[in-house]
Nanobody, 117 residues
């Protein structure tokens, strides 16, 4: 059973910062593309940022320059540093692990991020 354990969500005022963490097993961490997605009420889940095991990153246009994804191989953990938060960043954020050869996906349980203006 693949486990993605998220932490770090919460409430913050606009302009503030939060850091999300997602821990998993070494076998998943070494082989999968890790990413963060989010889903706001009434909206579809959208990709926020991804990072490959070669540390290549990709960001949604809406978070470019404000969010930063990183991974720590020693801790089998991926992070999402979120700065200059806006009210439109309010959503449930999900950690994702995607197997690159066949796109099998695993998801974390989700963590709520609420930004108040």
């Amino acid at each position: 059973q693949v486990q993605l354990v998220e932490s770090g969500g919460g409430s913050v005022q606009a302009g503030g910062s939060l850091r999300l963490s997602c821990a998993t097993s070494g076998s998943i961490f070494r082989s999968y593309v890790m990413g963060w997605y989010r889903q706001a009420p009434g909206k579809q889940r959208e990709q926020v940022a991804t990072i490959t095991n070669g540390y290549v990153t990709n960001y949604a246009d809406s978070v470019l320059g404000r969010f930063s994804i990183s991974r720590n191989a020693a801790k089998n953990t991926v992070y999402l540093q979120m700065n200059s938060l806006k009210s439109e960043d309010t959503a449930v954020y999900y950690c994702n692990a995607r197997r690159p050869n066949d796109n099998v996906n695993y998801w974390g349980q989700g963590t709520q991020v609420t930004v108040s203006s």
